[in-house]
Structure formats: C-alpha cells, structure tokens
Nanobody, 119 residues
Framework: QVHLVESGGGSVQAGGSLRLSCATS????????MGWYRQAPGKQREWVAT???????MYVDSVTGRFTISRDNAKRTVFLQMNGLKPEDTAVYYC?????????????WGQGTQVTVSS
C-alpha cells in the first residue's frame, strides 16, 4: 500500500523557484516509478515529469530545462525542483506512483499542492 503526501507549494513571482516534495509510505518505494502531474483551472490533468525505478527521467516539453525530478530512496521521497517559473506553470501539482519502471505512473495519487506564479 502506498500513500503520497505533497508539500512545498506556494506563491512566487515569475522567474522564481520552488521545490516540491512527495513523501510516500510503504516498503516498495524503490520499486515504484514516481511522477508529477498538474492541473490548471479549466484544464485537464497534465503529465509533467517521471523518474522510473531505474532512475530514468522524462519531462513534458514545456518544462524541460527548467524542472528537475529526483528521488531519495532512503527517505522514500520524490522531489520536483522548479526553476524559472512562469505564470502558465500555475496549477495544482499532484504526485503519482506506480509499480515497476513505467513512463506514466498512475496507480496512486497524492492530494495535490497549489503552485501559483504571478507576473
């Protein structure tokens, strides 16, 4: 059983940075692929980034070069470092997990954390 809790969201001005954290439960964390999704008002939930159980990372084009996903298996935590934030990054950010090494983990979800970027 996996439970995910996001933290680190907040309000920043354009060009600023935030680091999101997703703390997980369970003894199978190191076997899971972890990802971040976001959902802006009036928009569908969008995949943002994934780090597989093997450490491979992937990003949506709009955040490539600005966001970095990482994981600390000892702490059972995944991070999303967000630099050069833009107003269009404003959304609720959700942490997700899945069994194995897959591109788009969707088996488990956190409750989300709000990120707001002002001009």
């Amino acid at each position: 059983q996996v439970h995910l809790v996001e933290s680190g969201g907040g309000s920043v001005q354009a060009g600023g940075s935030l680091r999101l954290s997703c703390a997980t439960s369970g003894s199978i964390f190191s076997s899971n692929s972890m990802g971040w999704y976001r959902q802006a008002p009036g928009k569908q939930r969008e995949w943002v980034a994934t780090i597989t159980s093997g450490g491979r990372t992937m990003y949506v084009d709009s955040v490539t070069g600005r966001f970095t996903i990482s994981r600390d298996n000892a702490k059972r935590t995944v991070f999303l470092q967000m630099n050069g934030l833009k107003p269009e990054d404003t959304a609720v950010y959700y942490c997700a997990a899945a069994w194995g090494s897959i591109s788009f983990p969707r088996d488990y979800w956190g409750q989300g954390t709000q990120v707001t970027v002002s001009s």
